[in-house]
């Protein structure tokens, strides 16, 4: 079964653009939640999407956002880089299912991350 | 607070067990897991508990948990070269699909 794949795996930017990640899962995980690694903050959980609805969000500003495909595959969007959001951007995928009335996260298995530069 | 908290360096010689400890905050944690990243790369899963377990092994992995101290360690039997990584450990959230990271433990072997 192949991995998580993210595209491209680096990618250098200026300040002020904008940039696009891609991610596609696991066969089967219908979960994708995105992460941002930098040496000062460590790692940080950006959002969770499920279904083609986001369904968790961690801290960041709203230049950060995200969706998902009808096929599972997502994409984060970066506007108006700042020189702070060069980092490892991983993206990781899931399988969810149901108890009762919650739904339940399984492993997250990651991929190789998409090396981001801003200049 | 969300911290998760783990030392920050190891360092052992080959052959030798290595112990990597963390503490975590969210006693609702469903899963919790160590991840390993080698440099330059992604996060690969090493393995994860239950939190209604006490201890899990996998070959030369073992994982304790103490749910009462939020305390979890991970053990690597007779470590080798290859093993030199930065160890992460992480609990879930949010009906499991958000993880929080500790800040790594950095392991490296000496042969």
């Known amino acids: 079964k192949a991995g998580v794949t993210q595209t491209p795996r680096y990618l250098i930017k200026t300040r002020g653009q904008q940039v696009t990640l891609s991610c596609s899962p696991i066969s089967g995980h219908r979960s994708v939640s995105w992460y941002q690694q930098t040496p000062g903050q460590g790692l940080q959980f950006l959002f969770e999407?499920?279904?083609?609805?986001?369904?968790n969000k961690g801290n960041f500003p709203g230049r950060f956002s995200g969706r998902q495909f009808s096929n599972s595959r997502s994409e984060m969007n970066v506007s108006t880089l700042e020189l702070g959001d060069s980092a490892l951007y991983l993206c990781a995928s899931s399988r969810l299912w149901t108890s009762g009335s919650k739904i339940v996260g399984d492993t997250q298995y990651f991929g190789p991350g998409t090396r981001l530069t801003v200049l | 607070g969300e911290d998760v908290e783990q030392s920050l360096f190891l360092s052992v010689r080959e052959g030798d067990s290595s112990v990597i400890n963390c503490t975590y905050t969210d006693s609702s944690s469903t899963y919790l897991y160590w991840y390993k990243q080698e440099p330059g790369a992604g996060l690969q899963l090493l393995t994860y508990?239950?939190?209604?377990?006490d201890m899990k092994q996998d070959q030369r992995l073992t994982v304790l948990l103490n749910k009462k101290d939020k305390h979890l360690s991970l053990r690597i039997a007779d470590t080798q070269t290859g093993d030199s990584a930065i160890y992460f450990c992480a609990e879930s959230k949010e009906n499991g699909n958000k993880l929080v990271f500790g800040a790594g433990t950095i392991l490296r072997v000496k042969s």
């Open positions: 999407y499920f279904s083609e609805t986001q369904r």
């Open positions: 508990i239950f939190s209604n377990m």
